[in-house]
Every structure is written in structure tokens, then in C-alpha cells.
């Protein structure tokens, strides 16, 4: 079974612009986590999408949106890139509801904004 | 809110050496508990959980234990190896996150195993 996809692995913008990170979850997931990881903060959850509603989101600004299709993949868009967004951003998907379920981990994007 | 404090590294041990990354949560309920382990230039992989008091997580040697008296979810291993080499993050999923798979991670430990 595929493991869990993220495209691009790397892109480099300049502050202003805005972007659009892209996830496909293993086959049959229906939930997608997004999360954000920088030497500073960490590891940070954005939002989770479950069956293309968004379930949760955490404490970040409106210009971080996401999206889930019916074929479960999910993007993230990022508007008016400031140069704090630079960071990896990690997809992971799980099968079910509930907060006893493993996720499993893209190998992130990273996002470098100069 | 939900939180987790996990000690900061670096670690470095010897190979072979007794390893023990600490852990603590604050969460309301009974929240599922996890290790998750990067290597670098990777995403992370789930090393173990456990999902309930007094349950043990182990994987690769790895073991840890959920202790809801002193909501702790300490990472041991009795021998550690180079390729262990690694960033360990301790999470947990609780009970407020509307049924989702929201993760709340520790800062990260680095593990770094000399031969």
C-alpha cells in the first residue's frame, strides 16, 4: 500500500506570493491532518479534514486554508506568504475517527519563504 | 489545553547505552498517548501508543507506559543501537478535539548514539 504523498517536496517563494501544498492520503483514509514544524514552535496542528469537512483547526491565521476533495486528497493554501511561514509542512492521514488512531506521516514539504 | 513537555536534547550515549526520554501531558480525560519518531530529511513514523492507563507501548526494543497518576509517558529502550540516531516526539490526541486526529507534540528530544 502507498504511503501517504505530498507534492511539491520543496519550493522556494518570495513574501507576498501565496502557495498551494498538496497531500494524497493512503488509500481509504478519510481523515487528513495538516501540521506545521519550525526550529522555533515545533510542531503546530493547522487543520484536519474528515469526508471533506474541516473538523478542527488550530490557532492560525486566515491566510492558512485548506480544502479536502472527494477522493480524500487535501491542498493547503497559504496567502500573502510572510517570511515566519518558512517551515515543513506535514500531511497525515488515518482511517477512522477518533483520537486512539494512529496517524501516518507524509515526508513534508518544505516551504522556504525569502 | 492540552500540552506536552518532553526533556530537550541533544541526548548522546555510547552505543549499547540505557536510553529514558521523559515525558509529561496535561490533558483532560484519559488522552491517547504517543511516540513518534524523525529521521532526518523524513516525516515522522509512529514508534508506539497506547490508548489507556497502565497501558505499555513497545516497538523496536522501545517501550513506554502510560501512568495516569503521574501523567507521564516515559520512552525507554535498554540498548541503543547508531541507527536510533534520531528526533523522538511524544504526543497525545484527547478527548476536546471534536472526535478528530488532532496531535498535540512535545518540543522534541534529539537522540544522537555514538559507537
Known amino acids: 500500500k502507498a504511503g501517504v504523498t505530498q507534492t511539491p517536496r520543496y519550493l522556494i517563494k518570495t513574501r507576498g506570493q501565496q502557495v498551494t501544498l498538496s497531500c494524497s492520503p493512503i488509500s481509504g483514509h478519510r481523515s487528513v491532518s495538516w501540521y506545521q514544524q519550525t526550529p522555533g514552535q515545533g510542531l503546530q496542528f493547522l487543520f484536519e479534514?474528515?469526508?471533506?469537512?474541516?473538523?478542527n483547526k488550530g490557532n492560525f491565521p486566515g491566510r492558512f486554508s485548506g480544502r479536502q476533495f472527494s477522493n480524500s486528497r487535501s491542498e493547503m493554501n497559504v496567502s500573502t506568504l510572510e517570511l515566519g511561514d518558512s517551515a515543513l509542512y506535514l500531511c497525515a492521514s488515518s482511517s477512522l475517527a477518533g483520537h486512539y488512531n494512529e496517524q501516518f506521516f507524509g515526508p513534508g514539504t518544505r516551504l522556504t519563504v525569502l | 489545553g492540552d500540552s506536552v513537555t518532553q526533556m530537550e536534547g541533544p541526548v548522546t550515549l555510547s552505543e549499547e547505552a540505557c536510553l529514558t526520554i521523559n515525558c509529561t501531558y496535561t490533558a483532560t480525560g484519559y488522552p491517547s498517548l504517543f511516540w513518534y519518531v524523525q529521521y532526518p530529511g523524513e516525516g515522522l513514523q509512529l514508534l508506539l501508543k497506547a490508548t489507556k492507563a497502565d497501558d505499555k507501548g513497545s516497538n523496536k526494543g522501545f517501550e513506554a507506559t502510560y501512568r495516569k497518576e503521574t501523567t507521564s509517558f516515559h520512552l525507554e529502550k535498554g540498548s541503543v543501537q547508531v541507527s536510533d540516531s534520531a528526533v523522538y516526539f511524544c504526543a497525545l490526541s484527547g478527548l476536546n478535539n471534536n472526535a478528530g486526529n488532532m496531535l498535540t507534540f512535545g518540543g522534541g528530544t534529539r537522540l544522537m548514539v555514538k559507537p
Open positions: 479534514y474528515f469526508s471533506e469537512t474541516q473538523r
